[in-house]
């Protein structure tokens, strides 16, 4: 599965932006859609991902500011944030996971800096 990630660019301090990642194919059902992102020199983290349940999970600092939602006919999971932060600043990464085979897959990733 190739993952296409798009939407990064730069936005001041307290403004939106909504991320898309489209995947070139359907995987196994059920699967877990979702972002993870990464600051040079730290470790990758969890920003947020939904299940084909329904079931999200969300990096703390990301609750109520962020929300994630996902097309299952589109293949596509998308990213709203809002009232982001210069600290939000930092590569987006696209993840599906198939949960059955538990068979995990990125996307190229995606440049979000928040700055004013």
């Known amino acids: 599965v190739q993952l296409q990630a798009s939407g990064g660019g730069r936005v001041q301090p307290g403004g939106s932006l909504t991320l898309s990642c489209t995947g070139s194919?359907?995987?196994?059902?059920?699967?877990?859609m979702g972002w993870y992102r990464q600051v040079s020199g730290k470790q990758r983290e969890l920003v947020a991902t939904m299940s084909t349940r329904g079931g999200t999970n969300y990096g703390d600092d990301m609750k109520g500011r962020f929300t994630v939602f996902r097309d299952n006919a589109k293949n596509t999971v998308y990213l709203q944030m809002n009232s982001l932060k210069p600290e939000d600043t930092a590569v987006y990464y696209c993840?599906?996971?198939?949960?059955?085979?538990?068979?995990?897959?990125w996307g190229q990733g995606t440049q979000v800096t928040v700055s004013s």
């Open positions: 993840y599906v996971r198939d949960d059955l085979r538990l068979l995990a897959y």
């Open positions: 194919r359907s995987i196994g059902f059920p699967n877990t």
